[in-house]
């Protein structure tokens, strides 16, 4: 019984779990406005790096990503793996036209 009791504990985290996240959250899409501001280059590497740790985080604790069992978690990371494919398909056909 104890060990059932800490595993439904340990799966649902608290607010302030959720609060930090968000205030991370918060705090990356300020550095984006700010990276913005800052130049064209700078905003679109910001925006290449940034927004996939944005979405990590957002699938990780908000989607509760973190807390499902393996194969759901190979399934997500294989269908992103096939976006990335294809988006670097996609830059690699428009670069060399």
């Excluded at 607010?15 to 406005?33: C, S």
């Excluded at 064209?40 to 509760?64: E, I, R, S």
Aim: glycine share 10%; charged share 10%; aromatic share 14%.
């Amino acid at each position: 019984m104890d060990a059932h009791t800490t595993s439904e504990a340990q799966a649902h985290p608290g607010y302030g779990t959720f609060i930090k996240v968000w205030v991370v959250l918060l705090l990356l899409t300020g550095t984006l406005v700010g990276l913005s501001h800052v130049g064209q280059t700078a905003a679109v590497w910001g925006l290449l790096t940034l927004t996939p740790l944005k979405a990590g985080l957002v699938f990780y604790f908000f989607m509760h990503l973190k807390y499902e069992g393996p194969l759901l978690k190979a399934v997500v990371l294989v269908t992103l793996g096939t976006l990335l494919i294809f988006f670097a398909l996609l830059f690699s056909d428009v670069a060399f036209r």
